[in-house]
C-alpha cells in the first residue's frame, strides 16, 4: 500500500524473451526490439537493464517481487500474453497457472487466444478457462508468420464476435485489447480504435479493457469512453510517461476526459507493465506528484486531480469492474511472505531479480 491506498496492477506479465523462444524469426527479434525500447526509452535512470539481460526468461517469481516487495502494489492481474511471435506466446499458460496456484491472494488472471485462427482460439479458451479460472481475456490485434503479419478486427463478426460470446458464456467479465503500440513491422491498421465500437455496442455485458490505452489516438478514445459505458482504459505503458514524460502524461489523462468528462477517470485503470518496466518509478510518481498545473485546468476546463481520484485510478476502479473488495483483499495478504520481506525495508531496483550488477 501507498498509505492507506490498496495498489493494483491491472497487467503483469513475466515474459520469456530468450533467443530460444522466437518462433517467427525477424518478428520476433522486432518484438523483442519494441520491448526494450520501451524499457529503455520510458525507465528512468537506475532502472534501465542492457538488452542481453533484458532479453531472457523472467520467472514469476520476479515479476511478484517487483511488484510486492520492490514496489508498494497489493494485487494484480497476472496475463497470458498470444503473441505467437514466441513459442510460449511470450507469457504461458503454466505462468499463470503458477500465479493462481502459488500466490491465489495476490494475482488473479486472464486467458489469452489468438482470434487469426478462431477454431482453434475457441477451444484453447475453453481449456483456459478450465484450467486457470481466469476473469478476463487478453488479445492481440495481429499475429506473426514466418512469411509476415496478420491482423485481424474488434468488429469481425465470423473472427471476432463468436470469440466474445463465448467468453462472455464462460463467465468471463473482461476483454483486454493490445492497441496504439505496433508490435514491430506491422500495419497500424489493426492497432487503431474504431474496430472496439461495434464489440462494445453489441456485447453491453462485456467490458472492453484498452490496455496502453492513450499512448496513441488519444481523442477516438475519449469518445469510446464518452460513448460507451462499457469501454475502460488500462493504463499500461501509459503510466510510464508519468515519470519519463510527465508533460505528456497530463496531456494524456486530459486528452481521454475531453468528452466524458470527470466521469471518465472512473475508467481508468493503474498497470505497469512489469516486467518489461520496473512498476516503483511511475506509481510512486503519480501519486505524490501528478496534478493538472492550474494554467491547464484554467485554459481546458479540467477537474483537481484529488487524492480520492487518484485511489481509484490506482486500484478501486480495477477491482470495482471485477467485483472485489479491496478490505477483504487487504485482509487476505496480512502476513504472507511478501508482507514479512517488505516490512523490513523496500528493496533496491531489481534487487529481488536474478538481474545482477547491472549498469543503470
Known amino acids: 500500500m501507498i498509505e492507506d491506498v490498496f495498489v493494483v496492477d491491472a497487467s503483469a ?40 539481460q533484458f532479453t531472457r526468461d ?53 486467458a489469452g487466444v489468438d482470434p487469426v485462427f478462431p477454431e482453434r482460439a475457441l477451444d484453447l479458451l475453453e481449456q483456459q478457462v478450465e484450467e ?13 508468420t514466418a512469411d509476415g503479419a496478420i491482423g485481424w478486427h474488434m ?13 462472455q458464456d464462460l463467465g468471463l467479465k473482461a476483454i483486454a485489447i493490445h492497441k496504439a503500440i505496433p508490435l514491430g513491422p506491422v500495419p497500424m491498421d489493426h492497432y487503431r480504435m474504431d474496430d472496439i465500437d461495434a464489440a462494445a455496442a ?48 497530463a496531456r494524456v489523462v486530459a486528452g481521454l476526459i475531453a468528452h466524458a468528462g470527470v466521469a471518465a477517470l472512473d475508467r481508468l485503470m493503474w498497470a505497469s507493465g512489469a ?16 496534478h493538472f498545473s492550474e494554467e491547464m485546468r484554467e485554459r481546458e476546463g479540467l477537474p483537481e486531480i484529488t487524492k480520492e481520484i487518484k485511489r481509484n485510478i490506482l486500484g478501486l476502479n480495477y477491482l470495482r469492474m471485477h467485483g472485489l473488495d479491496a478490505q477483504v483483499l487487504a485482509k487476505n495478504i496480512q502476513g504472507d511472505e511478501f508482507t514479512v520481506e517488505r516490512a523490513k525495508g523496500k528493496k533496491r531496483p531489481y ?10
Not at 32 to 48: N, Q, W
Not at 353 to 358: D, I, N, P, R, T
Open 13 to 52: 506479465h513475466s515474459y520469456n524473451l530468450g533467443e530460444d523462444n522466437y518462433a517467427a524469426g525477424r518478428y520476433s527479434r522486432a518484438v523483442v526490439d519494441a520491448f526494450h525500447g520501451a524499457h529503455y526509452g520510458l525507465s528512468p535512470v537506475g532502472y534501465r537493464i542492457p538488452r542481453e
Open 58 to 110: 523472467w520467472v514469476l517469481e520476479e515479476t511478484a517481487k517487483m511488484l510486492f516487495v520492490e514496489s508498494d502494489y497489493d494485487f494484480a492481474c497476472h496475463h497470458v500474453t498470444p503473441i505467437n511471435a514466441f513459442k510460449d506466446g511470450g507469457c504461458s499458460v503454466a505462468k499463470a497457472r503458477e500465479a493462481r496456484d502459488r500466490w491465489p491472494k495476490r494475482f488473479q488472471v486472464y
Open 132 to 144: 486457470l479460472k481466469p476473469v478476463g481475456l487478453k488479445l492481440y490485434p495481429n499475429s506473426y
Open 155 to 167: 468488429d469481425d463478426p465470423e473472427i471476432a464476435f463468436p470469440l466474445f460470446q463465448r467468453a
Open 202 to 249: 453489441a456485447f453491453p455485458q462485456l467490458q472492453f479493457e484498452v490496455v496502453h490505452g492513450g499512448f496513441a489516438f488519444i481523442e477516438e478514445t475519449a469518445f469510446q469512453l464518452a460513448r460507451f459505458s462499457n469501454v475502460w482504459v488500462n493504463l499500461e505503458t501509459t503510466s510510464n510517461l508519468a515519470v519519463a514524460k510527465p508533460g505528456a502524461f
Open 275 to 290: 516486467s518489461v518496466l520496473h512498476p516503483d518509478p511511475p506509481l510512486r510518481w503519480f501519486w505524490e506528484r501528478f
Open 351 to 360: 534487487e529481488t531479480s536474478y538481474v545482477k550488477g547491472f549498469a543503470a
